[in-house]
Every structure is written in C-alpha cells, then in structure tokens.
C-alpha cells in the first residue's frame, strides 16, 4: 500500500536527485566565453593584453588572435562581468568593443602598439 509517508520519501528523493542535477549543470557552466574586438596591433600587444588578463580577477583563460584582434576570454560568470573585462583591457591601452582605450595607457604604448603602427 502506498501511504504517506512513502509519498514524501519519494519526493525527497526526487528533490534530492533534482538538486544533483541542477549542481552539475551549474557546475559546466561555470565559465562563460565571450569575444572581444580589439585594437591590437602585434605580437607584443598580444602578450600586454593576455598578461593583463591573468591578473584579472575572474579570468580564467585569454588569447588574442593577432591577425583578427578578437580577444577570446573564458571567465568565471560569479567574479566578473564583460564589462570588468573590457575595463581591464582599456586601462592596458586598447579599445575593447565599445570601451575606448584609457587615453593615459594609450600614449605609453609603443608606438608599433598604436593604432596604425605597423602600416
Ligand atoms: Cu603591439
């Protein structure tokens, strides 16, 4: 015979299996990616950008394909924000999407890292 108490161990327990699958949903996706243009020149901005990326709080991986200037960042969606990220690469001196380099960090560039440097 089904009675109650046999009802609420099997919703408990459905809760419980529930709740293990939500954890390990959660869990994959606990890195986002997002792509970011940028105005990079070379190899050397390449290196300034990823460095500053690995001290980004949140970032978990970035590269920078030179030839396209799109910045592809893995980060983790709980410690930081796409914006945080762009901010981050303003203040190294370059454009990120609609983020306009800091100016200050932009003049300190080497000029082959400026805009048209290598033209
Ligand atoms: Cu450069």
């Known amino acids: 015979m ?51 990326m690995a001290f980004e709080k949140g970032v978990k991986t970035s590269d920078l394909d030179v030839k ?7 980060y983790e969606a709980a410690k930081t924000t796409p914006e945080k990220i762009k901010l981050a690469i303003s203040k190294v001196g370059y454009d990120a999407d609609d983020v306009k380099a800091d100016p200050k960090a932009y003049s300190k560039l080497s000029p082959c890292c400026q805009k048209g440097g290598h033209k």
Request: one cysteine or more; aromatic letters at 4%; a positive charge.
């Open 2 to 52: 089904i009675n109650s108490k046999m009802i609420a161990v099997m919703i408990a327990a459905i809760m419980i299996l529930g709740q293990s699958i939500f954890a390990q949903v959660k869990k994959a996706d606990k890195y986002s990616e997002i792509k970011i243009k940028t105005s990079s020149q070379c190899d050397m901005c390449k290196e300034t950008i990823e460095k500053a």
């Open 68 to 74: 396209t200037k799109v910045l592809t960042v893995k």
